[in-house]
């Protein structure tokens, strides 16, 4: 299959042994019980093969729906999935989930979530400062927050769950970009997609996005002073309806930027183009 084949939101893609393996939100049912676990292994980033049920689920496991945004990292010999989901009744959260293969099965490595219950939470994402400490960027959501917001807190060696409270990096409406929207009567600015890249100066920026006026988008937001920041939004990265972005390096060292467009389910499609760091700035090259 080709990248136009097959519905995929919020991609990562992880190089593993000559092979690139993208993670992502699958399935037209996004906001029920309709999941897709499937990941999927590519050669060359053109042609994709599908490998199917990546994640296995225990009966009494917390959460049965809204399973989004997976990323895949190699984490104490092991591999280590954040993944966002939910139950009625109980605040959407990201949970780790643990496999001795990149292709799974992952199972859940710890009862509950990573994220605070008292928070409704999403797309939870790792960062490692210089001296290998992990720590997790995640969005507080706009449904319970009204002004989407991103927060870090530092991770356990398993990376199972906070070891301190988390802090809040900086909220989105008042960059200016973003606009309001109303979803089934729920009012505000949302935030999501994360991920932290470090410049060549040691500069963090915050890779986010949100809704604009031309639709989906990526943003970035810096700190010169490590992951509690300040972050200071900085510009707008890709702001053609494509967001929830991640920048991997592909065979050659080069460095990618990937991401879904449009933002229409079921439309949605993961992009792979350039992107190149100048003056410790990002640039994308379409």
Not at 66 to 72: D, G, H, N, S, T
Request: hydrophobic share 40%.
């Amino acid at each position: 299959m080709k990248l136009q084949d097959f519905q995929i939101r919020d991609p990562y893609i992880v190089l593993e042994k000559g092979d690139y393996y993208m993670f992502g939100t699958a399935g037209n049912d996004l906001w029920g019980q309709g999941w897709d676990f499937s990941i999927y292994k590519s050669a060359d980033l053109v042609d994709w093969q599908r490998i199917e049920n990546a994640v296995r689920l225990p009966r009494d496991f917390w959460a049965d729906k809204e399973f989004w945004a997976p990323e895949v990292y190699r984490w104490g010999g092991k591999f280590v999935m954040f993944m966002t989901c939910m139950k009625s009744g109980l605040n959407r959260g990201t949970h780790t989930f643990i496999s001795d293969r990149i292709d799974g099965p992952f199972v859940p490595a710890a009862p509950l979530p990573v994220t605070p219950r008292e928070l409704m939470c999403l797309d939870g994402t790792l960062y490692v400062d210089p001296e290998g400490a992990p720590y997790m960027v995640f969005s507080h959501e706009w449904l319970q927050a009204g002004n989407g917001a991103y927060m870090a807190g530092r991770l356990n060696d398993s990376l199972t769950a906070l070891v301190e409270k988390p802090k809040t990096l900086f909220t989105v409406r008042e960059t200016g970009w973003c606009r309001e929207i109303d979803f089934q009567g729920a009012v505000g600015y949302p935030s999501d997609g994360p991920q932290i890249y470090t410049c060549a100066n040691g500069d963090l920026l915050l890779l986010w996005s949100s809704l604009g006026p031309k639709g989906y988008f990526t943003a970035t937001a810096r700190s010169k002073s490590g992951i509690y920041g300040p972050f200071r939004p900085e510009k707008l990265l890709y702001d053609r309806d494509g967001g929830h972005s991640m920048i991997f390096r592909d065979k050659s060292g080069a460095m990618k930027f990937a991401f879904h467009s449009p933002n229409d389910i079921p439309g949605e499609r993961a992009r792979i183009v350039g992107i190149v760091e100048r003056g410790n700035d990002l640039f994308v090259a379409e």
